[in-house]
């Protein structure tokens, strides 16, 4: 699958408001999707396609990232660019040009999940002679996203960035990567906050400049609670249809049941007469304790569910713990070190923050801050 000589840089800063409360704590490309941080995965499509350097472009807990991929991730080599303040979608590419210089870049929103043909999209890239190339998905509904409008020859133009379903120019959409020419680049104002949606993509448009490569396979926004689960528990069905899959080390006892499809992660453990699933996925060193029930649910690496427990419909975030005989209803999420003491009861969609204590019954849904 190699195709090109390229650099990427992912844009891995942003506060991640919509993913709220569990973004607090964990930055948004860490995220796990079907087990492992969706920025893993992008990184394994990119190696997969011959690129050999990512530079992550971070500001908000770029800490966590920094310590999950290290200086090399799958044979990437990883660079981080820190930005002082957050300088939107454009200002950090700008930014960070001292990485790349003079070279074509492949530019990316780390938040998506998108198996796209770079091979294909350089090739288009390169007989439109374009300044720039942004992959399109096609979407029921663009209004959330950048919308296009591409003529026959794969030339977008026009770009208009979140628009009113009546202004919407169609249905194709930024999908979030972009090859960018350095005369792209340089288009970029410098020192400022910039939204590269905003501020250059409708300008390029308007000149002929800017191409779009519609990539109509696997493709996943994470950028909310309700698309991150959407992501997880499609992609679930397609990895684990029909089974189980067990990651290494994992320790399942005998009289655990397991209902497809679900993934149980490295290391975890499901203990004596606990019944996992359908449709749902344990973490890395995650532990199920004896008789505990939990469907459609996420659990994130290194949380625990007590025994006797039942979760139904819940993200559990990193390193929270379930206390015994807890019941968490649909649409609940507890972020990231929160502790939910025995016995609980959460009402539907109650959303626990980051490292606070629960030891009375929520009865009604709410945030629990
Ligand atoms: N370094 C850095 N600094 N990264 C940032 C910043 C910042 O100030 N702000 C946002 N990001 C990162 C986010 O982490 C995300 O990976 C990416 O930039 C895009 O920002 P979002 O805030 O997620 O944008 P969006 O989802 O509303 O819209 C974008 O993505 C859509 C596709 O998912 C746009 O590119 C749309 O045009 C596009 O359709
Ligand atoms: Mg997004």
Redesign the pocket.
Same mark, same amino acid.
């Given at each position: 699958m190699w195709c090109c000589e390229l650099k990427a840089l992912i844009l891995a800063g942003g506060y991640a408001t919509r993913l709220r409360p569990l973004s607090y704590a964990l930055p948004k490309l860490l995220f796990p999707v079907c087990g492992r941080p969706v920025l893993e995965r992008t990184i394994e499509h990119l190696s997969s396609f011959g690129v050999d350097e990512a530079i992550l472009a971070v500001n908000y807990l770029a800490d966590q990232l920094r310590e999950h991929f290290g200086e090399e991730y799958h044979g990437v080599k990883i660079r981080y660019s820190l930005e002082p303040t957050p300088l939107g979608t454009g200002g950090p590419i700008a930014f960070a040009r001292r990485y790349y210089e003079s070279e074509r870049l492949l530019a990316m929103?780390g $938040?998506?999940l998108a198996e796209i043909d770079l091979g294909a999209m350089s090739r288009l890239h390169e007989s439109n002679e374009a300044l720039a190339t942004v992959a399109l998905h096609e979407v029921d509904d663009p209004t959330p996203f950048g919308v296009v409008r591409l003529d026959e020859r794969s030339k977008i133009r026009e770009f208009v960035e979140k628009p009113k379903l009546a202004d919407a120019p169609s249905r194709l959409v930024n999908a #979030?990567a972009y090859l960018l020419e350095p005369g792209a680049v340089d288009r970029i104002p410098k020192g400022r906050k910039v939204i590269i949606e905003r501020e250059v993509f409708p300008a390029l448009a308007g000149e002929g400049r800017l191409s779009g490569y519609v990539h109509s396979g696997t493709w996943f $926004?994470? #950028?909310n609670i309700s698309d991150f689960r959407n992501a997880n528990f499609t992609l679930l069905e397609s990895e684990a249809s029909g089974k189980a899959i067990v990651g290494k080390d994992a320790q399942i006892s005998k009289s655990a049941k397991l209902d497809f499809p679900a993934i149980v992660g490295d290391h975890a453990t499901v203990e004596d007469g606990a019944i996992l699933g359908p449709l749902t996925i344990v973490g890395r060193r995650a532990r199920v304790r004896r008789n505990a029930r939990v469907a459609r649910s996420i659990l994130f690496d290194d949380s625990e569910i007590g025994s006797e427990s039942s979760v139904e419909g819940a993200v559990i975030g990193n390193s929270a713990t379930i206390g015994g005989g807890v019941v968490i209803h649909r649409g609940s999420v507890i972020a990231g070190h929160a502790y939910i003491h025995d016995k609980v009861r959460l009402a539907h969609d109650v959303y626990v923050h980051p490292y606070k204590e629960v030891d009375e019954d929520i009865a009604s849904p709410g945030h629990v801050v």
């Open positions: 929103n $938040d998506i #979030g $926004d994470i #950028g």
